[in-house]
């Protein structure tokens, strides 16, 4: 890729289907597919780009609302899929996806950097229910991305790649108040709470906090529940954690939470303080 900005668009952030576009106004790179091959087309469609430009589909785990599009994307498209190999194997028993890969599968071993036209990217564990759950380090140009969604439990390696990175897409699922007094059956609210379910508003405002750095300029808020939680109360959440430490929204750091089936504007990363276009 040539050496130009650097530009990410949620598609779709939450249980109804989870799609993320990085890369350039030339190319780039999905990071899930969870919504139609339809949609991808028409929303790239919007950003003067298509299939064609696609790279590559980066998986996070198997869930239906985070692969559905990966088969038709893969086989009719001819766009690898990357994963690995427990999430392709989860990919190949999902109902969800109706058009099984073959030919377009390709593997990755977790926490082993590796290189795709121009992009940097890296994988660390993440704590969740699925076959296998990853989330994603990408460096392009002196810019670092990381997407964790769907986490559980917060890591180690997790903190270390917030403290490293200058964009950051990471789970604020549920405000623990409203699942805990909601109308969710009990089993479903434990599955949620434990060290492999969602992270809360709560647990996201702690981490984010602790781990603050000068070169974060851009958090996004993703997977937002729509039972549990609103945009307005991850982002009060989130950015009253970080005043409290002295951090000024937006001038230190720009804080936006996703919609959860809207797609949302085209941010450019790496001009500061954020351009949305």
């Known amino acids: 890729m040539a050496a130009v900005n650097l530009i990410f668009r949620s598609f779709g952030s939450g249980s109804s289907g989870n799609c993320y576009y990085l890369g350039t106004k030339y190319s780039g790179v999905l ?29 996070t785990h198997d869930h239906a609302d985070h692969i559905r599009a990966v088969g038709t994307l893969g086989e009719k498209f001819h766009i690898p899929i990357y994963a ?31 290189d795709l036209n121009g992009m940097t990217i890296n994988t660390f564990t993440v704590s969740h229910d699925a076959t296998d759950c990853v989330g994603y380090v990408i460096d392009y140009c002196g810019q670092r991305f990381m997407i964790a969604t769907d986490c559980g439990m917060p890591s180690e390696k997790m903190e270390e790649y917030i ?74 959440t989130i950015t009253e954690a970080l005043k409290k430490k002295g951090i000024r929204i937006p001038e230190d750091v720009f804080v936006k939470s996703l919609a959860r089936t809207e797609p949302s504007k085209t941010f450019i990363l790496d001009d500061y303080p954020n351009v949305e276009i």
């Open 31 to 59: 990071i899930d597919a969870g919504v139609s091959a339809r949609m991808i087309q028409k929303l790239l469609k919007e950003m003067d780009l298509d299939l064609r430009n696609i790279m590559a589909v980066l998986v």
């Open 163 to 236: 403290r490293t990175a200058n964009h950051i897409v990471i789970e604020a699922n549920h405000d623990e108040h409203l699942l805990l007094n909601g109308l969710y059956p009990t089993y479903l609210k434990e599955r949620i709470l434990s060290p492999t379910g969602h992270q809360s508003n709560e647990t996201c405002a702690d981490l984010l906090q602790r781990n603050y750095h000068e070169g974060l300029h851009n958090i996004f808020l993703c997977h937002l529940s729509h039972e549990n939680n609103t945009p307005e109360i991850a982002y009060y």
């Open 84 to 114: 690995t190999h427990e999430i392709h194997d989860g990919i190949d028993r999902n109902y969800g996806v109706h058009e099984k890969l073959k030919n377009f599968r390709r593997f990755f071993e977790k926490e082993t950097e590796w």
